[in-house]
């Protein structure tokens, strides 16, 4: 995975386009973290530090397949003589918090960018000392919706009762902004931002059908806070820096936390079909080379919505892309779905997470999985 993505973005490298120098990817081991982190590498040529919670291997068990590709990712920026450097541990930590902080003073000088991709089950919050947990549940009523059993390939109505208040609370907690504030304050506080500095964090909104689990549900509120944050921070990072903060909503993609969401399996097979069919198919990468030369490349500023969010979702979105997926939605069952829709697709780039047939590896070789980054 780390292989294609670079060399997707080795095609603008020869463009020569410039961006940000010295860039803190949170959340940079899997999915749209690390995607962002080898755009800015390959991309612009930036140094970067990753911060991940990947488990490494150990004795006859291997690690997660985020840590391998971290190891990947090193491995190439090295020969591509990239500077890169990582913190695997808890984010929400405050010792890892010191620790990037020290990292980036010795290593990296001042970042130009910072970007919070986290994507967490649960949060120990180092102030309360209280493990808040998420939820993925809808508000009010109960939901009851489509959606497909990934390995029995069955398509069935699942219901889905609403969240207590606690649960929503605890969501907002987990995924909500308060996080990612702290970071940046503690980045401001010791020096380590340069003038113009610019962070990002990421969102998704989707189509109706998603809504209630989504956007209207627990996650919802969770995202609306990290909206309010992007607010609050743009308005500090403007002040004290002549810097910016946004959301960028990117578009429905396979990772570990979108596998998780119901209905999204379903839905994003759908999807993939439409958009395959059309030309417009993006994968994480094809994202984040977006985000990065059209967006954050040096002397653009984003393009924004009303709310002040970066759209790269405009694709999904489209009227005749939505307008396809929904006449698929109706009809989809368990005995058409492999024909209506890219349920192989998905479940490849599923496997393809985790290492799993991926086009050009002979599984039969032996591979070293005891790696170090
Ligand atoms: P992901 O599961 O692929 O990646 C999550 C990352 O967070 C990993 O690098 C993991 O190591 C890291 N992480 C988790 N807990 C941590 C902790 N305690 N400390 C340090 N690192 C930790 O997730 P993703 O789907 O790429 O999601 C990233 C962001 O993108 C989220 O905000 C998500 O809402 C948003 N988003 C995702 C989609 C989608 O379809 N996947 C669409 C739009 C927006």
New binding site residues.
């Given amino acids: 995975m780390v292989e294609r993505q670079t060399q997707a973005m080795s095609a603008g490298c020869r463009s020569g386009l410039s961006g940000p120098r010295n860039v803190l990817v949170?959340?940079?081991?899997?999915?749209?973290?690390?995607a962002t982190r080898i755009a800015a590498a390959w991309g612009f040529g930036a140094n970067t530090l990753g911060?991940?919670?990947?488990r490494p291997p150990e004795g006859k068990k291997t690690a997660t397949a985020?840590y391998y590709n971290s190891a990947a990712f090193h491995r190439r920026a090295r020969r591509d003589g990239l500077h890169a450097e990582s913190v695997n541990?808890?984010?929400?930590s405050d010792d890892?918090k010191r620790e990037t902080a020290a990292l980036i003073r010795k290593d990296f000088g001042k970042l130009d960018l910072v970007v919070y991709?986290?994507?967490?089950p649960r949060?120990t919050n180092p102030r309360d000392g209280h493990t808040y947990q998420s939820a993925l549940r809808p508000i009010g009523q109960p939901y009851t919706g489509k959606t497909v059993d990934l390995s029995t390939r069955i398509v069935a109505d699942i219901t889905v009762e609403p969240a207590s208040q606690q649960e929503i609370d605890e969501t907002v907690a987990v995924?909500g902004g308060e996080d990612w504030q702290w970071w940046i304050e503690l980045l401001i506080e010791e020096n380590l931002l340069a003038a113009g500095a610019r962070t990002l964090?990421?969102?998704?909104v989707g189509p109706k059908v998603t809504w209630p689990i989504y956007r209207d549900g627990t996650?919802g509120v969770a995202?609306k806070h990290l909206a309010a944050t992007a607010r609050h921070l743009d308005g500090v990072l403007h002040s004290r820096l002549g810097g910016n903060a946004w959301v960028s909503?990117?578009?429905?993609?396979?990772?570990?936390?979108?596998a998780a969401i119901p209905m999204?399996p379903l839905y994003?097979s759908l999807l993939f079909l439409v958009m395959r069919r059309k030309g417009l198919h993006e994968g994480?990468i094809e994202q984040m080379r977006r985000l990065a030369f059209e967006h954050l490349a040096a002397g653009k500023t984003p393009a924004t919505d009303e709310d002040g969010m970066i759209r790269l979702?405009d694709l999904e979105l489209r009227d005749d892309v939505q307008a396809e997926v929904m006449e698929l939605w109706g009809r989809a069952t368990t005995e058409n779905l492999e024909q209506i829709s890219d349920l192989a697709g998905f479940r490849l780039d599923f496997n393809n997470l985790f290492g799993f047939e991926v086009d050009g590896v002979d599984y039969e070789q032996p591979t070293e999985t005891d790696l170090s980054l």
Avoid: P, W
Wanted: hydrophobic share 50%.
């Fill in positions: 949170i959340g940079a081991s899997t999915g749209y973290g690390l911060v991940f919670f990947e985020g541990g808890d984010a929400f890892v991709s986290l994507a967490a949060r995924m964090a990421y969102t998704y996650i995202k909503v990117n578009k429905a993609v396979v990772t570990q936390a979108s999204i994003v994480c979702d």
